[in-house]
């Protein structure tokens, strides 16, 4: 296999304002593989106003985990990348996980406010940081549903369609919703003050993807020297509950990286860690491409925990 490319340039312009796309190349090898990055885009819109200072926006950033995984994955994947800020519209929290004290009238359908929302980071964020609020008056009904409308429903279509053309090309697919976390959670996390693992592979205890491909991906990634743990303290949430359906040889795993493998938490900077993290899971994916259609096409033991709203 070629090394991939360490230089960590960020991904073109894709299709649609919404998102990015960096398609797999055309003269192959391919992997039965998706990745997509829905965190990684770091611009708030200068027509929104909000109270947040930039630090605190900055702060939910998943800086360079787009280009990390383009890298790494060489041209034997698609790699969709979002074009909006997480606290703008958050792809990975359900479509009605909203805030209804966040509105400025009562939205036209009913609501599931998830614990999320309750903590300030539902789809639309109330909090930046803890004790950070991000607006000052309550938003216009017709704001949330333009922000659904113009980067929700396009990305999670855009994802489907590259999930399901994959699925229908090889009979089987990965998808891989990738992440990076901060070092030690805070106040909104569960985790306050707990630091946290190289990496956290994610499954909605086993109901987004087979176990058996859960273990191998966390096993492979340990090869690596990587601490890794599995739904602990993050169990995955929208994109994998939503687009994971393993009884259909469709698997989503969440991947959290901790920023401190490759970056200056407080200056967003990337550091040799890197490169490093890079060809660690450029290799990684190397070991798992001749497992995976062993492992996506075996069968599926149902999993017995109940599975709740992400």
């Not at 922000?147 to 429903?153: G, T, W």
Request: aromatic letters at 6%; proline letters at 11%; a negative charge.
């Amino acid at each position: 296999m070629a090394e991939p490319n360490l230089n960590p340039l960020p991904l073109t312009s894709g299709p649609s304002p919404a998102y990015d796309l960096l398609p797999a190349r055309p003269d192959g090898p391919h992997l039965p593989l998706v990745i997509d990055s829905p965190h990684s885009w770091p611009h708030w819109p200068e027509d929104v106003p909000t109270l947040a200072p930039w630090a605190a926006i900055r702060s939910s950033w998943d800086a360079h985990v787009d280009a990390l995984w383009a890298q790494a994955a060489n041209g034997r994947a698609p790699v969709l990348s979002a074009r909006f800020h997480r606290s703008l519209i958050d792809v990975n929290r359900a479509r009605d996980d909203i805030d209804p004290a966040m509105l400025d009238a009562p939205w036209p359908t009913p609501l599931a406010p998830s614990e999320k929302s309750e903590r300030g980071f539902g789809l639309i964020r109330r909090l930046a940081l803890p004790g950070v609020p991000m607006y000052h008056h309550a938003l216009p009904v017709s704001e949330v549903e333009r922000r659904l409308s113009a980067y929700y429903d396009p990305y999670h279509a855009a994802l489907a369609t590259l999930i399901d053309s994959t699925q229908q090309h090889f009979g089987h697919c990965l998808h891989l919703d990738c992440h990076s976390m901060k070092s030690v959670g805070n106040a909104m996390n569960h985790d306050a003050g707990r630091a946290r693992p190289d990496v956290v592979v994610s499954d909605l205890h086993g109901q987004s993807a087979a176990t058996e491909v859960t273990q191998a991906v966390a096993e492979l990634l340990r090869a690596q020297g990587l601490c890794v743990s599995i739904n602990d303290p993050y169990e995955g949430a929208e994109l994998i509950h939503r687009h994971g359906q393993p009884t259909r040889h469709c698997h989503s795993l969440q991947i959290e990286l901790n920023r401190a493998l490759y970056m200056d938490e407080a200056l967003c900077t990337l550091t040799p860690g890197y490169g490093l993290l890079v060809q660690a899971l450029h290799r990684m994916l190397n070991a798992l491409a001749d497992d995976l259609p062993t492992l996506l096409q075996g069968p599926i033991q149902p999993s017995l925990v109940p599975l709740e709203t992400p």
